[in-house]
């Protein structure tokens, strides 16, 4: 059992295992630290954490092309539904689907989430299993101590941890979610990609986790 998960930077990460390809928050277009281009996206599947422009990114059009379906919050499928792309499988908070890769399991998340001005349902963290690996994608999200609870329940091998501040946790707070998740390996995102945003992953330092930080386009093999 073995997969490789690369950052596009960002929250953009890309799950990879056999023949199965996972896009988590696809934020490609108008993103300055991208490592990809969403026309170059072959992807098996797209997972969201919510609908903040800078997460449901290219989703529309990589879901569309690819006929790929979509994990998200119910109502960010209403509204990709109603652009003509109903492969999406609606979700909410402590929901699990079972997938031809493994699974996904949407958690909560201390933010909000909109699109256009519309409430996209739901902020939420991630659970993807791919490959017999677990991967938690914390999404936007404040310190919230039920971050153990999940570690314990999902036993994660890499937690993504976004550090950047002022819309989520900055990396003091950080180190704090990575220590409760548990996860052997984290790894810092949101963080770089605009001035607001802290630009480096200084003072990320969890202990008894590894630190690995990627610079767009890196990968990490796990298994
Ligand atoms: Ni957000
Ligand atoms: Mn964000």
């Given amino acids: 059992m073995s997969a490789r998960a690369t950052f596009l930077g960002h929250s953009g990460v890309l799950l990879e295992s056999g023949a199965h390809r996972v896009l988590i928050d696809p934020f490609l277009t108008g993103n300055p ?5 969403a026309e170059e996206m ?3 599947a797209i997972v969201l954490t919510h609908g903040h422009a800078d997460h449901f990114g290219d989703t529309e059009s990589i879901a569309k092309r690819c ?8 109502e ?3 509204f990709l539904a109603e652009r003509g792309h109903d492969k999406c499988e ?8 079972e997938t031809a890769f493994g699974f996904v399991a949407l958690t909560q998340a201390f933010h909000s989430s909109s699109y256009e001005g519309r409430y996209m349902g739901m902020p ?5 299993s791919i490959g017999g690996i677990t991967f938690y994608h914390c999404g936007d999200t404040g310190l919230f101590s039920d971050m153990k ?7 994660p091998q890499v937690a993504f941890v976004p550090i950047g501040d002022r819309y989520t946790m900055g990396p003091e707070l950080a180190s704090r979610a990575a220590e409760f ?23 990320f330092e969890p202990k008894g986790v590894t630190v690995r930080e990627l610079s767009p386009g890196e990968s990490i093999e796990l298994g």
């Fill in 33 to 37: 630290l991208a490592a990809r281009k």
């Fill in 42 to 44: 072959d992807v098996t």
């Fill in 67 to 74: 006929g790929a379906p979509v994990y998200a919050a119910h």
């Fill in 76 to 78: 960010i499928c209403e």
């Fill in 90 to 97: 609606g979700m909410n908070p402590g929901g699990k689907v």
């Fill in 124 to 128: 939420c963290g991630a659970v993807v």
């Fill in 149 to 155: 609870l999940i570690g314990e329940i999902y036993k």
């Fill in 181 to 203: 998740i548990g996860a052997p390996i984290a790894v810092p995102v949101h963080y770089k990609t605009f001035p607001l945003l802290r630009q480096d992953a200084k003072g």
